[in-house]
Nanobody
């Protein structure tokens, strides 16, 4: 599977963005899909994951209640809706696919396929 992330940009604190992760080569529903982020000088951080076929999701503590992960099988795309953005959310956001279908993995080394990343910058 190939993954293409998009939708990043510059937004003011309190604003919203929606990131997209377009999958090609295979349906994203064959994987557990995840979003991670990495800020300068920091380790990559788990954001959210979805097992779309099973209707299950999981979120990192820092985004719980503000971010929502979802999928559209017709478009073969996974989304990350980000509300109430904070400057601390500034990072490069990556989508990823885990072949271990049905397991809501939260560690980046559990994911086999990665998109190229999209920059999100939140100004104060």
């Amino acid at each position: 599977v190939q993954l293409q992330a998009s939708g990043g940009g510059l937004v003011q604190a309190g604003g919203s963005l929606r990131l997209s992760c377009a999958a090609s080569g295979r349906s994203f529903s064959s994987y557990t899909m995840g979003w991670f982020r990495q800020a300068p000088g920091k380790e990559r951080e788990f954001v959210a994951t979805i097992w779309w076929s099973g209707g299950r999701t999981s979120y990192g503590d820092s985004v719980k209640g503000r971010f929502t992960i979802s999928g559209d099988s017709a478009k073969n795309t996974v989304y990350l809706r980000m509300n109430s953005l904070k400057p601390d959310d500034t990072a490069v956001y990556y989508c990823a696919a885990d072949e271990d279908w049905g397991v809501l993995a939260t560690k980046d080394n559990e994911y086999e396929y990665w998109g190229q990343g999209t920059q999100v910058t939140v100004s104060s």
